[in-house]
Nanobody
Framework: QVQLVESGGGLVQPGDSLRLSCAAS????????MAWFRQAPGKEREFAAS????????YYADSVKGRFTISRDNAKNSVYLQMNGLKPDDTAVYYC??????????????????WGQGTQVTVSS
């Protein structure tokens, strides 16, 4: 089992930055690929970014590429999402997700076995 707790969300203005954190507990974190998904009101949960276990391969949705950076610190059992140049369209609940003992990162929601409760990000002037 892996438990995930997100933090770092908030209300920001367009163009601002935020850094989301996801703290994981459970003995298998260090072998899990991790991802961030997001869900805007009235929309499906969508992929934002993912990272493999060694932190080498990273994938991004086209909508966030060049603005968001995913990273991880396996010694701290944590994964991060640095979000720069935020736009109103980035407003959503952001969820951290983990695969069950699988190193390879993917973009598919169904590939992830563990989910956090989410943290709200609101971008508004």
């Amino acid at each position: 089992q892996v438990q995930l707790v997100e933090s770092g969300g908030g209300l920001v203005q367009p163009g601002d930055s935020l850094r989301l954190s996801c703290a994981a507990s459970g003995r298998t974190f260090s072998t899990n690929a991790m991802a961030w998904f997001r869900q805007a009101p009235g929309k499906e949960r969508e992929f934002a970014a993912s990272i493999d276990w060694p932190g080498v391969r990273r994938y991004y949705a086209d909508s966030v590429k060049g603005r968001f950076t995913i990273s991880r610190d396996n010694a701290k059992n944590s994964v991060y999402l640095q979000m720069n140049g935020l736009k109103p369209d980035d407003t959503a609940v952001y969820y951290c997700a983990a695969r069950n003992g699988v190193w390879t990162a993917t973009t598919g929601r169904g590939d992830y076995d563990y989910w956090g409760q989410g943290t709200q990000v609101t971008v508004s002037s």
